[in-house]
Every structure is written in C-alpha cells, then in structure tokens.
C-alpha cells in the first residue's frame, strides 16, 4: 500500500510542477545564514518559489522543530519540499535524509528526530540518505559545519526543480532517529494523559497533544473542573484542579483554565498571563501531563 501511493504521489504531474521550498531553522535573521541558503536555491533555479516557515526555532531544540514543521507542513500543497535545519550534530556521522511523507510532501533534514512528529501524526511513506558526495553544493566539499547550505538548501532545490529524482537520492533508510513522544490518551475511565507538545510561544499557553474528542468520550461539559497534573521525568512541578473553559475569559485575570486550541487539542493558560513561564514548564521529552474527572 505505501508503494503504491508513493509510486502515484512522485508521479503526479501537480506534484511534479509545485517547485515550491520551504526553509525552518534555528538560524535567526541577524546575519546572512538564511540568505544563503536562499541563495543557493535560487541559483539552482530562479523559477522556484522560496518561502520561509521559521527560523526563530530556539537553538538546537529539535523537539520544537519537529512539532513546528508537522504543524504547517499539511497546509502547504503536496509537492511542496520542507528544508529543515536544526543541526547541533552537524559534522559529525549523523545521516542526512529526504522523507516522502503520506501527504505528498518532502523533508529535507538531519536524521535526528525532526521527522518525529511528522512520522506520528502525517506518516513517512519513505526515507531516504543523502548520499553527500554527489548531493551537495560545488566546491563546498571542505566545509563541515554549514549542511544547511551546502547540502540541505541545495538538494531541496533540485528535487523542487525536478533535476534530481526522489530515488536517485541516495539508499532507502529502514529507521529513522525518533523522540520519545508521550501518546495522547485515556487511562482507565477519568484520566487523559499526553505530552506537552509545544508553547504557545507568545502567549506561555501550553499545548497538549491529547484530542478534545476525549472529553466528549467522557462526557466532560465545558464549565467543569479537572485535576491537571504535570510532571518532568516523573516528578510533580504542578498539580491543581482547573476549570474547562471555552474562552479565557470564563476565568479572573491570572487565572488558569483548560481550553481547546486552533488544533482541537486540549491547551492550558493564564488569563491575561504566561502558564509557562509562571510555572516553569518545558516542552519536549520527559515532560508529561495528565486530566482527570474531578
């Protein structure tokens, strides 16, 4: 079944055509890095469109650029290439990678769990490694600490410019490096339990990776509270009842309260204020949250 929608996602003609690229990195926009790898991409041609998902990931925080790049990559069309480049381990025996993903995008990024999220919530229909001798910028061969350039930008470009193929990449990979990610789900008859997906950066607000389809499972009316408890690496750094809310101004102003977010997932907040920030809670491996029916 994934060959077969593999074979028909490289060989549709709309797929084919999109010549789009989408950058992300940890890179910042104080000095040229990201005008390079633009650059590079255009010079391997000037009729793709080059776009810019994010490049204040924080630095080397491959949790948050995995779940950024499953985040938007799924409104981008299919045929769409993604250039990834949250790297701490570049220069080192670390493998580079294009994944096929189940919505018809690639990814272009370091083997070392970005294509988590992506790979639990979209699906990777293949891998491949990049084979880094053929597939990377001329004359570039002495530089060891900018693959966001030399390799990533310019691979990225040629398969949106169709002058490398998808196959001719590189060898197929049977396992990529995976983050160990706490599964959203119901425990027992009154508890949902997830992972702390991400920070709703501006705002401090926690997002969960645990469905509001859960709290009609149980019947949980909106105006009821729940025990939240969250813990890092199994200890408790928060542990109170808190009120489900369809706004945030159901609450006081300081408030916490339980809400569905933009991706129907449950979040916690502060009216008015940062959860995270006031409770010193993180995102990423370790970090576990639990509801319960009061």
Known sequence: MKTKLKNELLHSCAWQERKTVVFMSDFGSSDGAVSAMHGVANAVSNQLRLSDLTHEIPQFNIWEASYRLMQAMTYWAAGTVFVCVVDPGVGSNRKSVVALTA?????????????????????????REISEET???AGSQRSYTFHGRD???????????SLVNFEDIGPALSKQVRLKLEKGRLEGEHT???????????????????????LEQLHIPFGSMMQVTISKDGRVVYGYPVKLCKGFTEVGK????????????LG??????????????GTGEGWKITFSVV
């Open 135 to 137: 597939n990377r910028l």
């Open 103 to 127: 919505s018809g995008h690639l990814v272009v990024t370091p083997d070392n769990g970005t294509l988590t999220h992506i790979a639990e919530h979209v699906g990777i229909l293949e891998a």
């Open 268 to 281: 916690l907040a502060l009216n008015q204020g940062s959860f995270a920030s006031t409770y010193g809670i």
């Open 151 to 161: 390799v990533y930008a310019y691979t990225g470009a040629r398969l949106a410019s």
């Open 192 to 214: 949902l339990v997830g992972a702390i997906d991400i920070l709703d950066t501006r705002y401090g607000s926690l997002w969960t990776n645990i469905s509001d389809e859960f």
């Open 254 to 265: 300081g408030e916490p309260l339980i809400y569905v977010n933009s991706l129907l997932n």
